[in-house]
């Protein structure tokens, strides 16, 4: 059952609107292990780690039309290696900590994953939506998959390469807000248990656990592209969300800063 909310706004005179809710919610873990998001938590571009080449710093870059990634040795700016055969249309390539990437092919339901050492096609891995996007979790090996034709998440364990949970709802859904018509934004781990999914055509921010429940939703103005927190502030549960608007309905851009209130036991 999803639990009731208390939400506060308070609009400030910016030139984008910055609003404030408090958003009730589920506990979270309480225990050491279970550490809120970090920077660590953070799809980066690249990760120092070992490759049969001997190149320092790489970047990926998916080739739309020709379904194959292009692995670029940056400091010398040149070619290193060409991983083909990927599934169709791969757009960005989220690295899954130092030993896997995934390269995120938006016209099939599947991502295809990249070895980061031998920068060689692995293999697919399936989902039951198009992928958006991803959100990798240091300290438990979790990713985050986001939906992009479907208010959809899986959440995969990428030592295994295995789906172990779906959330959300198995159905086409497409937004009608400024943004773009993919079904959620990017997702966010908050601790170790749980995570954001951002249904866009919903205008919802979602707050799910591991095993597949859904918490708590909030309400936002028009469509969510993403969620941050200040990297000086890992401690507490205060967000930003930053809302898309709507130009036919003269509705602004927004930041949303809110927070997620734990319930006493």
């Known amino acids: 059952m999803r639990n009731k909310q208390h939400f506060k706004y ?26 809120h998001r970090n920077p660590g938590y ?4 690249g990760y120092v780690s070992d490759n049969i080449y001997g190149v320092k710093n790489l970047a990926y870059y998916g080739d739309w039309d020709a379904n194959r990634v292009f ?17 169709d249309g791969p757009y960005g390539i989220d690295q899954q900590g130092i030993s896997k990437a995934y ?26 939506h198009k992928p958006r996007s991803t959100n ?9 998959i986001s939906g992009g034709d479907k208010v959809m998440t899986s959440i995969i364990r990428v030592d295994h390469g295995v789906v172990t949970k779906v959330v959300g709802y198995n159905e086409l859904s497409e937004p009608h807000d400024y943004g ?8 966010l781990w908050v ?20 095993n597949g429940d859904l918490l708590s ?34 509705i602004s851009p927004s930041i949303l800063r809110f927070n997620i209130q734990r319930k006493s036991k």
């Not at 609003?19 to 292990?33: E, F, K, V």
């Not at 700016?77 to 055969?85: A, C, G, H, R, S």
């Not at 990798?136 to 985050?144: I, K, Q, R």
């Not at 601790?191 to 591991?210: H, K």
């Open 10 to 35: 308070t609009a400030l005179l910016f030139s984008m609107f910055f609003t404030s809710i408090n958003l009730h919610a589920a506990h979270g873990p309480d225990h050491p292990g279970s550490n």
């Open 42 to 45: 953070v799809n980066q571009d």
């Open 71 to 87: 692995i670029i040795d940056v400091d010398n700016m040149v070619l290193v290696k060409t991983v083909e055969d990927t599934g």
């Open 103 to 128: 390269a995120l092919t938006r016209k099939t339901e599947s991502v295809t994953v990249v070895d980061n050492y031998a920068i060689e096609n692995i293999g697919q891995i399936q989902l039951e």
């Open 136 to 144: 990798f979790n240091t300290d438990t090996g979790l990713s985050l």
């Open 180 to 187: 773009g018509s993919l079904a959620t934004g990017h997702p």
């Open 191 to 210: 601790d170790d248990q749980r995570f954001f999914m951002l249904d866009r055509a919903a205008r919802q921010i979602q707050l799910w656990n591991r």
């Open 217 to 250: 939703t909030l309400a936002a103005p028009t469509s969510v592209h993403h969620i941050f927190k200040s990297p000086l502030d890992v401690d507490n549960d205060t967000f930003f969300a930053v809302a898309e608007g709507n130009q036919e309905a003269q």
